[in-house]
């Protein structure tokens, strides 16, 4: 069975830091890869994928995460963090194949910007 | 604009009623629907994966009488809380992908509050 793991609840920046938030994940193969952010009551934005090819992956509003297959992780990143991109993110997992959308979710991390 | 649409966004029942929340594909063949359930402050859980035309499946311990699910056309998937309970308060979420793997999109959300 597919697991995700975000280490970090919550993590708070200053507005114009760099922010990264780490998510790992458990998967016999290489699963499909997904963040998402979600703001107090509403559903899901998708911010980037990963299916294949270049493990750099440039997703929108500036974010940006990295496939890494021996470390089994999909890091979201982006370089200068504005006050709008407080809220809540979920890294996904999700199998290859007939299963494809059926998606394993992490606990989520909950970002704070500072002014 | 969205490409899944989710009623209503909000509904508050009493207890003991049914509440019925419609997900609907706008602009694409949605051959597989999911339906996710996330608590405060918690991630999202897979409840069930519908196909169209077919039985859903659900995901252990989530009870299929009690949460009934129709995939009747590939635009349409409902879920029906019957019997609702306080302990039925939760933010629903459903997700849409057809085709190519390339589609898979989510609804907007429907909290459900249970009185």
């Known amino acids: 069975a597919q697991s995700v793991t975000q280490p970090d609840i919550h993590i708070t920046v200053s507005e114009g830091a760099s922010l990264e938030l780490r998510c790992n994940y458990s998967y016999g193969a290489t699963p499909y890869l997904f963040w998402y952010v979600q703001s107090p009551g509403q559903g899901l934005q998708l911010l980037l994928k990963y299916f294949s090819g270049d493990t750099l992956v440039q997703g929108i509003k500036g974010f940006e995460a990295e496939f890494k297959r021996s470390q089994s992780s999909f890091n979201l990143r982006k370089p200068s963090v504005h006050w709008s991109d407080a809220a809540e993110y979920f890294c996904?997992?999700?199998?290859?194949?007939?299963?494809?959308?059926?998606?394993?979710f992490g606990q989520g991390t909950i970002l704070t910007v500072h002014p | 604009g969205a490409v899944v649409s989710q009623h209503p966004s909000r509904v508050i029942c009493k207890s003991g009623t049914s509440v019925k929340i419609e997900c609907r594909s706008l602009?694409?063949?949605?051959?597989?629907m999911f339906w996710y359930r996330q608590f405060p402050k918690q991630s999202l859980m897979l409840m069930a994966t519908s196909n169209e035309g077919s039985k859903a499946t659900y995901e252990q311990g989530v009870e299929k009488d009690k949460f009934l699910i129709n995939h009747a056309s590939l635009t349409l998937s409902t879920l029906t809380v019957t019997s609702a309970h306080p302990e039925d308060s939760s933010f629903y979420i459903c997700?849409?992908?057809?085709?190519?793997?390339?589609?898979?999109?989510f609804g907007s959300g429907t909290q459900l509050s249970v009185l």
């Open positions: 996904a997992v999700g199998a290859r194949g007939t299963s494809y959308g059926k998606l394993t």
């Open positions: 602009d694409f063949q949605a051959t597989t």
């Open positions: 997700s849409a992908s057809g085709g190519a793997e390339e589609k898979l999109f």
